[in-house]
């Protein structure tokens, strides 16, 4: 098997899974009970969300555990606009984000709130001049993601940050999912950011809201104290500490893990682009985890089931999006629409080796023969 397709989910490291098994079978009290086993389940979420904090150098933060990327945006979002809707109903966002963005965006539009989208470049980054033109007094919410999960734009959210901090009025919120455990990002400039432990080889069912411990938001589960007050339910403190392990290994030799992943890129992107109806849809400003590319003329869905016959894992589209023939996020950066209908997604990790990329070009070239030359 070669598994093309990390940034949808990646494998649980072994190393993740011995702590989740140990932690559950040791720590066996409910973290919110009184007696002593409980104390000690909670001293070891206190362990591990300590740890978190040092790992992404983050200050005086609330650390509210969700069942993942997808709750924490819905808390983020409806949080922040239902807390401060008395500021205002106006939010702006671009054309890049998540469905766990648009999702709670929409039923907010429902409700009386506007949305903006902010222009980008012809390499897909915010234009931070159209950004401040967008900013209005009853602006409440500014949510971008750092790394787009189809294409990898690595938007600047340190410039972004920088920039709204002179409106103290509205919250910068930041999804950070497809960049944590991937690039290094400083998070000072950020009053939120959402990220999930199964995109760096953690288990699914955990992931993070972080918050300025000033900002406060509604909750979307209500029903008492859990590890903070804004999302109740008992504590799982076996996924908890299996984050902070995944964490912790994910960015440990995090530079050569980027620089690894990059010449991999680079060698995929060298190879493919010498095929005649190939498109490399990631440009420069991509991280080099995500390539996406559009083979003309060909169903991306055709194309994934002839690899997936060789036992090759790739995508077509984010694994969350609706299930659609087209890719709004390429044609929102190509204005190609032939590309959109015709994109896949290759995602590749550290663990991915230059004799696997070699076995799926062979692949990817005997698909591409047959597919291409069908009347």
Known sequence: MIYLDYSATTPVNEEVLDSFSKCTKEYIGNPNSLHKLGVLS???IDASTKQIKELLKLGDVDIIYTSGSSEANNLAIKGICEKYQNRGKHIITTPFEHSSIYGPINYLLDKGYEVSFVKLDSNGLVDLEDLK???RDDTILVSINA?????GIKQNIEEIGKLLKNYPKLYFHADLTQAIGKVNINCDNIDLFSFTAHKFYGIKGIGCLVKNKKIVIESLIHGGKSTTNYRSGTPTQALIVSLAKALRLALTDLDNKYKHVLELNNYLKDKLSKYDKVRINSNDVCIPHILNISILGV??????????????????QSACSANTSLSKAVLNLTNDEERAKSSIRVSLSYLTTKEEIDKF?????ECYQRLTNLK
């Open 133 to 135: 033109s967008l900013i």
């Open 42 to 44: 909670k001293e070891v």
């Open 299 to 316: 169903k991306p869905e055709t194309m994934l089931h002839a690899l997936e016959n060789y036992d090759i894992y790739v995508s077509t």
């Open 361 to 365: 070009l062979k692949s990817f070239d």
């Open 147 to 151: 790394v787009n999960s189809e294409i």
